[in-house]
C-alpha cells in the first residue's frame, strides 16, 4: 500500500533565509508522526508548504501519489489534507456549529446531510453540548478542539495538527491526546507538531526531528529519546518550550 | 521641453498639498486603523479660518498658520473625544462610516454658514513672480510649497524624535503591546487625530494664498489623498508623502497631456495597476 | 426550496403579513408625497440588499457600488432612447452588463482586501462617473430623457399613477427579500461568511476565496443594477450626478450597515430610516441649503454611537420580550404601521 505524504527534498527559501532545507521524509497511512525540534526550526514553514499556503523554493510534496507542490490551498483540503493553526482561527461571529459546518460543506453539497454530518463530528470531539454557542466566546483549549472539529468535518485522510497542546494543562492535554487517539483509531493519518515530549512520546508511532530547517533524524520515540545528537540540539534550545 | 517643466513645477505645488492630506489620512489609517473621510473637510475649515483671519484682522496666511493649527488640532482633539473614540468601540464597518457622515455634517454646515460662492484672498504678503527664462515660477504658489515641505518635516522630527511621537508610532505598530510599555492608547489616539487635523489645517491655510476658497474645496484632495496613502504602501507616513507629491505631478502631467476630463481617469488606471502589481505601496508595508 | 419554506414557516408568514400591509398602507394614507417617499424606500431596499451580498456577509466593503447603480439605470434609458426597448427587458439586460462588468474588475480588485479595496472602489467608481459625463453616447454631463409621450404604461413601465411604481417596485423587493432568505443559511451565503471571518481559515477548509467573492461580487452588482434601473423609471430622467457619486456610494454602505449587515431585512429597516429621513429634510429643510444634508449626516452619527449594531439589532434588543417567533416580522410591521 502506497505512502499516504512523501516529502522529497523539500527546501523553502525567503529571500535569504532558508527556512526549509532538503527534507526528506513519508508517513505511511494510519501512522501518527510527531514534528519536533528546537523553536525556529522551520516546522510551521513545512506545514504551510504541504498545506499549499505558500510553494515550495524546490522540492516535492506527493499525496496519495499525487504531486500536489504547487496546489491551491483548497484544492489540497479537497483532496484530503485537513490542518489546525498554531493560533487558533475560530470564526467568532459565528456558533460552534456553525464553524464545523463550512468544514462539513466542502465534501458535502447538501444542507441536511452537512448538518447532520456536523453532529457526528461535534460529537467525536465531545462539543455536541456547545453547539449553539458563538465560536468568540469559548476559551483557547475549546477553540482548538473546535480547530480540529472543523478540519475534521473536511473528511481528511491526513490531518496536520500544529502545536495542538500549546498553552494546555495536563488534564486538557490527557483529553486532547484521547481525542487525537481516537481521531487516529479511524483511520486518519496525522502529522502533529508538538514541543511537549511527554505527549510526542505517547501518541506518536514515529518522530521526525528538525532542525535549523534540516532533517536531523527519524525514528521510533524510543530510538529518538536516546539519539545523542537530538539530545545535545534538545540541551541547546531546551526541551519543552513554553509559548 | 519648458510646458515640461512648467507641468513639473505646478504638479509638485499641487502634490505638496495633498501630501499633507495623505499623510493625515495615513495617520488615522495607521494608529486607529479607520480611513479618514474628513481630512478634505478639516482643509477647507482652515481655509476659511484663514480667510476671516485676513478679513477681520489683515493677517497674512503665512501669519495665521500657527493658529490655524492650533484651531484644527482642537476641533480635531475634540470630535476624537466626542465621536469617533465611541465609534471605535462598536463593530468596523460602523468605525469606517463615522468619518464620512462627519464629512457630510461638516461641509453642509459651511455651506450654510459660508454659502457656496466662492472666495479669494484679495492680497497677500509674498507675490509676483521669478522668470527663470524656460518657466515662469509664481512666488504665491512657492510659499505653499514651502510651508507644505517644512509642515512635513516637522512632523517628521516629531514622529521620530520626540517622546509623544514616538509613542504614537508604536501605538500604530502594535496597540497592546504599546499598552504594556504603558502608553496611554486613548491620549495617543486623540492626539493622533488632532495632529491629522492640524496638518491638513496647514496644507489649507498655505492654500489660501492662491486657491479658491469653498465649501466642497476638500474633495478635490479626499480620493486623491487615499489613492497616494495607498501607493505609498498602506499606514506608511513618508510614503504617504510621496505618494501625494507623486499623484500632484501625475495630475498635472495628465493634465497637461491628456484630455483634462479623462486625466482623473488615467490617474486612476495607473493606480489600479500599480496595486496589482505592487500591493504593498511603493514603499512596502508596515 | 420548498424545505426552505417548511423550516421558515413563521418568517413567510410574517413577510406575507407585512406585505398584506404594505400594499393596503397607500390605500390608507393617500399622500402623494408618500407614495412617491414609499418607492423610494424600495428602491433603496434593494440596492441595500444588493450591497449586503459582498459587503455585509462576504466582508469585502466596496464603496464604489455607484458604478452598477448607473449602470443599471443607463441600461433602461439607453435601451429606452435608442432602441425603443421595454425596461422589462432592458432591467435584464442592464444585470447581465453589471455582473459581467463585476467580473472583469472584480478579479483584480478583489485580490485586495480591506481599506485597500475600499479605496480602489472608490477610484474605479470615480473613472466611470467621468467617462460618463464625457460619453456622448450616453448623454454626458446632460444625461438621459426616458421618452414618455403616448407609451403603454405596462409595457414601457411608466405610470401616471405613482402608486403602480410601488407596486411594481413592491414586487421586485420581495423579490429580492426571498431571495437573500433562501440563500441566508445556504452553503453559498456560510462560505461568504467565512471567508469574511477569517479568509485563511476559509482557505483551509476547502473554499475557493477568490472564486466566491467575485461570485458575492457579481451577485451583488446585479441587484444594484436592478435597483438602479427601477430608479430610472421612476425619475423618467438622469445623468452622473444624480447616479455615480461617492455619496450614492456612501449611502448604499450606509442603508445596508445602518440596517444591519450581514441580516436579510437590515438594508429594509436602514433604507426605510434613512430615505425617510432624507426626503423629509430635502423637503423641509432643503431650502436653507445644505440643512438636510446635515441632518442625514448628525442622524448617521448618531446611530453609529448608540446603536453600534445597526437598527436591526437595536429593535431585536427591544422588542425581544415580544413573541420570539414574530421577533424578525414584528419589528418591520411596527415601522411600516406607522
Given at each position: 500500500m502506497g505512502k499516504i505524504l512523501e516529502i522529497k527534498k523539500a527546501t523553502k527559501r525567503f529571500g535569504g533565509l532558508t527556512a526549509n532545507e532538503n527534507i526528506t521524509f513519508d508517513v505511511e497511512p494510519g501512522e501518527i508522526v510527531g514534528v519536533v525540534g528546537p523553536n525556529g526550526a522551520g516546522k510551521t514553514t513545512l506545514f504551510n508548504s504541504i498545506s499549499g499556503a505558500h510553494p515550495l523554493t524546490e522540492g516535492s510534496v506527493i499525496f496519495e501519489g499525487k504531486d500536489i507542490t504547487k496546489t491551491k490551498p483548497f484544492d489540497i483540503c479537497k483532496l484530503g489534507i485537513g490542518r489546525t493553526f498554531q493560533i487558533p482561527q475560530s470564526l467568532d461571529d459565528m456558533m460552534v456549529y456553525e464553524n464545523v459546518l463550512v468544514g462539513s460543506?466542502?465534501?458535502?453539497?447538501?444542507?441536511?446531510?452537512?448538518?447532520?454530518?456536523?453532529?457526528?463530528?461535534?460529537?467525536?470531539?465531545?462539543?455536541?453540548?456547545?453547539?449553539?454557542?458563538?465560536?468568540?466566546?469559548?476559551?483557547?483549549?475549546?477553540?482548538?478542539?473546535?480547530?480540529?472539529?472543523?478540519?475534521?468535518?473536511?473528511?481528511?485522510?491526513?490531518?496536520?495538527?500544529?502545536?495542538?497542546?500549546?498553552?494546555?494543562?495536563?488534564?486538557?492535554?490527557k483529553e486532547a491526546v484521547n481525542l487525537i487517539k481516537k481521531i487516529n483509531a479511524r483511520g486518519v493519518a496525522i502529522l502533529t507538531i508538538e514541543h511537549n515530549m511527554d505527549v510526542v512520546m505517547s501518541v506518536s508511532h514515529r518522530v521526525v526531528v528538525l532542525v535549523s530547517g534540516k532533517l536531523l533524524v527519524e525514528g521510533t520515540p524510543d530510538e529518538i529519546t536516546s539519539n545523542p545528537e537530538v539530545i545535545s540540539a534538545y540541551l541547546g534550545g531546551g526541551s519543552k518550550k513554553d509559548e | 521641453?519648458?510646458?515640461?517643466?512648467?507641468?513639473?513645477?505646478?504638479?509638485?505645488?499641487?502634490?505638496?498639498?495633498?501630501?499633507?492630506?495623505?499623510?493625515?489620512?495615513?495617520?488615522?489609517?495607521?494608529?486607529?486603523?479607520?480611513?479618514?473621510?474628513?481630512?478634505?473637510?478639516?482643509?477647507?475649515?482652515?481655509?476659511?479660518?484663514?480667510?476671516?483671519?485676513?478679513?477681520?484682522?489683515?493677517?497674512?496666511?503665512?501669519?495665521?498658520?500657527?493658529?490655524c493649527m492650533a484651531i484644527m488640532f482642537v476641533i480635531g482633539f475634540i470630535i476624537y473625544k466626542l465621536i469617533i473614540s465611541r465609534a471605535l468601540r462598536g463593530p468596523i464597518l460602523s468605525q469606517r462610516l463615522i468619518t464620512f457622515a462627519l464629512s457630510?455634517?461638516?461641509?453642509?454646515?459651511?455651506?450654510?454658514?459660508?454659502?457656496?460662492?466662492?472666495?479669494?484672498?484679495?492680497?497677500?504678503?509674498?507675490?509676483?513672480?521669478?522668470?527663470?527664462?524656460?518657466?515662469?515660477?509664481?512666488?504665491?504658489?512657492?510659499?505653499?510649497?514651502?510651508?507644505?515641505?517644512?509642515?512635513?518635516?516637522?512632523?517628521?522630527?516629531?514622529?521620530?524624535?520626540?517622546?509623544?511621537?514616538?509613542?504614537?508610532?508604536a501605538t500604530s505598530m502594535n496597540k497592546t503591546a504599546a499598552g504594556l510599555v504603558g502608553i496611554n492608547s486613548e491620549k495617543t489616539y486623540a492626539l493622533a487625530f488632532g495632529l491629522s487635523a492640524a496638518i491638513a489645517g496647514a496644507a489649507g491655510c498655505a492654500l489660501t494664498y492662491f486657491y479658491y476658497i469653498y465649501p466642497n474645496v476638500g474633495a478635490n484632495f479626499q480620493l486623491f489623498g487615499f489613492i497616494a496613502v495607498v501607493m505609498g504602501g498602506f499606514g506608511s507616513i513618508p510614503g504617504a508623502f510621496f505618494g501625494g507629491l507623486i499623484m500632484g505631478i501625475a495630475d498635472s502631467f495628465t493634465g497637461v497631456y491628456m484630455n483634462t476630463a479623462f486625466k482623473y481617469v488615467g490617474i486612476c488606471v495607473v493606480f489600479l495597476l500599480l496595486v496589482q502589481f505592487k500591493p504593498k505601496g511603493l514603499f512596502g508595508g508596515k | 426550496m420548498k424545505k426552505i419554506l417548511r423550516d421558515n414557516k413563521n418568517w413567510f408568514i410574517g413577510l406575507i403579513i407585512c406585505t398584506a400591509l404594505a400594499i393596503i398602507f397607500p390605500q390608507v394614507v393617500k399622500v402623494r408625497f408618500v407614495w412617491n417617499l414609499l418607492s423610494m424606500i424600495l428602491v433603496w431596499s434593494i440596492v441595500g440588499m444588493g450591497w449586503n451580498v459582498i459587503?455585509?456577509?462576504?466582508?469585502?466593503?466596496?464603496?464604489?457600488?455607484?458604478?452598477?447603480?448607473?449602470?443599471?439605470?443607463?441600461?433602461?434609458?439607453?435601451?429606452?432612447?435608442?432602441?425603443?426597448?421595454?425596461?422589462?427587458?432592458?432591467?435584464?439586460?442592464?444585470?447581465?452588463?453589471?455582473?459581467?462588468?463585476?467580473?472583469?474588475?472584480?478579479?483584480?480588485?478583489?485580490?485586495?482586501?480591506?481599506?485597500?479595496?475600499?479605496?480602489?472602489?472608490m477610484a474605479l467608481a470615480e473613472c466611470a462617473r467621468i467617462i460618463f459625463i464625457n460619453w456622448k453616447w450616453c448623454g454626458g454631463a446632460t444625461g438621459v430623457y426616458i421618452y414618455s409621450k403616448h407609451v403603454n404604461?405596462?409595457?414601457?413601465?411608466?405610470?401616471?399613477?405613482?402608486?403602480?411604481?410601488?407596486?411594481?417596485?413592491?414586487?421586485?423587493?420581495?423579490?429580492?427579500?426571498?431571495?437573500?432568505?433562501?440563500?441566508?443559511?445556504?452553503?453559498?451565503?456560510?462560505?461568504?461568511?467565512?471567508?469574511?471571518?477569517?479568509?485563511?481559515?476559509?482557505?483551509?477548509?476547502?473554499?475557493?476565496?477568490?472564486?466566491?467573492?467575485?461570485?458575492?461580487?457579481?451577485?451583488?452588482a446585479a441587484i444594484v443594477s436592478?435597483?438602479?434601473?427601477?430608479?430610472?423609471?421612476f425619475m423618467l430622467y438622469i445623468d452622473p450626478s444624480m447616479l455615480m457619486t461617492l455619496n450614492i456610494s456612501m449611502m448604499i454602505v450606509l442603508t445596508a450597515v445602518m440596517g444591519g449587515v450581514g441580516t436579510v431585512i437590515g438594508p429594509i429597516l436602514g433604507a426605510i430610516v434613512l430615505t425617510t429621513i432624507s426626503e423629509y429634510s430635502r423637503v423641509y429643510l432643503g431650502k436653507f441649503g445644505g440643512l438636510d444634508m446635515i441632518l442625514y449626516g448628525v442622524l448617521v452619527i448618531l446611530i453609529v454611537l448608540f446603536m453600534p449594531g445597526g437598527i436591526l439589532?437595536?429593535?431585536?434588543?427591544?422588542?425581544?420580550?415580544?413573541?420570539?417567533?414574530?421577533?424578525?416580522?414584528k419589528p418591520l410591521k411596527k415601522i411600516v404601521e406607522q
Amino acid at each position: 500500500m502506497g505512502k499516504i505524504l512523501e516529502i522529497k527534498k523539500a527546501t523553502k527559501r525567503f529571500g535569504g533565509l532558508t527556512a526549509n532545507e532538503n527534507i526528506t521524509f513519508d508517513v505511511e497511512p494510519g501512522e501518527i508522526v510527531g514534528v519536533v525540534g528546537p523553536n525556529g526550526a522551520g516546522k510551521t514553514t513545512l506545514f504551510n508548504s504541504i498545506s499549499g499556503a505558500h510553494p515550495l523554493t524546490e522540492g516535492s510534496v506527493i499525496f496519495e501519489g499525487k504531486d500536489i507542490t504547487k496546489t491551491k490551498p483548497f484544492d489540497i483540503c479537497k483532496l484530503g489534507i485537513g490542518r489546525t493553526f498554531q493560533i487558533p482561527q475560530s470564526l467568532d461571529d459565528m456558533m460552534v456549529y456553525e464553524n464545523v459546518l463550512v468544514g462539513s460543506l466542502c465534501q458535502r453539497s447538501n444542507m441536511e446531510e452537512a448538518l447532520a454530518h456536523v453532529d457526528q463530528v461535534l460529537e467525536l470531539c465531545g462539543m455536541l453540548e456547545m453547539k449553539y454557542e458563538y465560536a468568540g466566546k469559548l476559551n483557547v483549549p475549546q477553540k482548538k478542539r473546535l480547530e480540529i472539529a472543523r478540519a475534521m468535518a473536511t473528511d481528511p485522510k491526513l490531518l496536520l495538527l500544529d502545536e495542538t497542546m500549546a498553552g494546555l494543562t495536563a488534564t486538557e492535554r490527557k483529553e486532547a491526546v484521547n481525542l487525537i487517539k481516537k481521531i487516529n483509531a479511524r483511520g486518519v493519518a496525522i502529522l502533529t507538531i508538538e514541543h511537549n515530549m511527554d505527549v510526542v512520546m505517547s501518541v506518536s508511532h514515529r518522530v521526525v526531528v528538525l532542525v535549523s530547517g534540516k532533517l536531523l533524524v527519524e525514528g521510533t520515540p524510543d530510538e529518538i529519546t536516546s539519539n545523542p545528537e537530538v539530545i545535545s540540539a534538545y540541551l541547546g534550545g531546551g526541551s519543552k518550550k513554553d509559548e | 521641453m519648458s510646458m515640461f517643466m512648467q507641468a513639473l513645477f505646478e504638479g509638485v505645488i499641487n502634490g505638496s498639498t495633498l501630501a499633507l492630506v495623505a499623510m493625515g489620512i495615513a495617520l488615522v489609517w495607521g494608529v486607529m486603523g479607520i480611513l479618514s473621510f474628513s481630512q478634505g473637510e478639516f482643509l477647507m475649515i482652515a481655509m476659511f479660518c484663514s480667510y476671516y483671519f485676513n478679513r477681520y484682522l489683515g493677517l497674512d496666511p503665512i501669519l495665521s498658520l500657527p493658529f490655524c493649527m492650533a484651531i484644527m488640532f482642537v476641533i480635531g482633539f475634540i470630535i476624537y473625544k466626542l465621536i469617533i473614540s465611541r465609534a471605535l468601540r462598536g463593530p468596523i464597518l460602523s468605525q469606517r462610516l463615522i468619518t464620512f457622515a462627519l464629512s457630510m455634517v461638516l461641509v453642509n454646515m459651511a455651506l450654510l454658514i459660508f454659502h457656496g460662492d466662492f472666495k479669494t484672498i484679495p492680497e497677500v504678503a509674498i507675490s509676483g513672480s521669478i522668470d527663470l527664462g524656460f518657466m515662469v515660477i509664481s512666488k504665491q504658489k512657492l510659499v505653499p510649497f514651502v510651508i507644505s515641505i517644512c509642515v512635513a518635516g516637522s512632523m517628521f522630527l516629531f514622529l521620530n524624535k520626540t517622546r509623544t511621537g514616538k509613542a504614537i508610532r508604536a501605538t500604530s505598530m502594535n496597540k497592546t503591546a504599546a499598552g504594556l510599555v504603558g502608553i496611554n492608547s486613548e491620549k495617543t489616539y486623540a492626539l493622533a487625530f488632532g495632529l491629522s487635523a492640524a496638518i491638513a489645517g496647514a496644507a489649507g491655510c498655505a492654500l489660501t494664498y492662491f486657491y479658491y476658497i469653498y465649501p466642497n474645496v476638500g474633495a478635490n484632495f479626499q480620493l486623491f489623498g487615499f489613492i497616494a496613502v495607498v501607493m505609498g504602501g498602506f499606514g506608511s507616513i513618508p510614503g504617504a508623502f510621496f505618494g501625494g507629491l507623486i499623484m500632484g505631478i501625475a495630475d498635472s502631467f495628465t493634465g497637461v497631456y491628456m484630455n483634462t476630463a479623462f486625466k482623473y481617469v488615467g490617474i486612476c488606471v495607473v493606480f489600479l495597476l500599480l496595486v496589482q502589481f505592487k500591493p504593498k505601496g511603493l514603499f512596502g508595508g508596515k | 426550496m420548498k424545505k426552505i419554506l417548511r423550516d421558515n414557516k413563521n418568517w413567510f408568514i410574517g413577510l406575507i403579513i407585512c406585505t398584506a400591509l404594505a400594499i393596503i398602507f397607500p390605500q390608507v394614507v393617500k399622500v402623494r408625497f408618500v407614495w412617491n417617499l414609499l418607492s423610494m424606500i424600495l428602491v433603496w431596499s434593494i440596492v441595500g440588499m444588493g450591497w449586503n451580498v459582498i459587503g455585509g456577509y462576504c466582508g469585502q466593503v466596496s464603496n464604489g457600488h455607484s458604478l452598477f447603480y448607473g449602470v443599471g439605470a443607463y441600461s433602461v434609458a439607453l435601451a429606452n432612447s435608442y432602441y425603443k426597448l421595454s425596461p422589462w427587458i432592458a432591467i435584464w439586460i442592464g444585470a447581465l452588463i453589471s455582473m459581467a462588468l463585476a467580473f472583469v474588475v472584480g478579479k483584480p480588485l478583489l485580490r485586495m482586501k480591506g481599506h485597500v479595496f475600499s479605496i480602489s472602489t472608490m477610484a474605479l467608481a470615480e473613472c466611470a462617473r467621468i467617462i460618463f459625463i464625457n460619453w456622448k453616447w450616453c448623454g454626458g454631463a446632460t444625461g438621459v430623457y426616458i421618452y414618455s409621450k403616448h407609451v403603454n404604461e405596462w409595457a414601457y413601465m411608466q405610470f401616471k399613477n405613482p402608486l403602480n411604481y410601488y407596486y411594481v417596485f413592491l414586487m421586485f423587493t420581495i423579490a429580492t427579500v426571498v431571495l437573500i432568505k433562501c440563500l441566508d443559511k445556504s452553503k453559498f451565503f456560510y462560505y461568504l461568511r467565512t471567508i469574511k471571518g477569517n479568509e485563511m481559515a476559509a482557505e483551509s477548509v476547502g473554499i475557493n476565496a477568490a472564486s466566491y467573492k467575485i461570485r458575492a461580487y457579481m451577485l451583488s452588482a446585479a441587484i444594484v443594477s436592478i435597483g438602479g434601473s427601477l430608479y430610472a423609471q421612476f425619475m423618467l430622467y438622469i445623468d452622473p450626478s444624480m447616479l455615480m457619486t461617492l455619496n450614492i456610494s456612501m449611502m448604499i454602505v450606509l442603508t445596508a450597515v445602518m440596517g444591519g449587515v450581514g441580516t436579510v431585512i437590515g438594508p429594509i429597516l436602514g433604507a426605510i430610516v434613512l430615505t425617510t429621513i432624507s426626503e423629509y429634510s430635502r423637503v423641509y429643510l432643503g431650502k436653507f441649503g445644505g440643512l438636510d444634508m446635515i441632518l442625514y449626516g448628525v442622524l448617521v452619527i448618531l446611530i453609529v454611537l448608540f446603536m453600534p449594531g445597526g437598527i436591526l439589532s437595536a429593535v431585536e434588543e427591544q422588542s425581544g420580550k415580544i413573541l420570539a417567533i414574530f421577533k424578525k416580522e414584528k419589528p418591520l410591521k411596527k415601522i411600516v404601521e406607522q
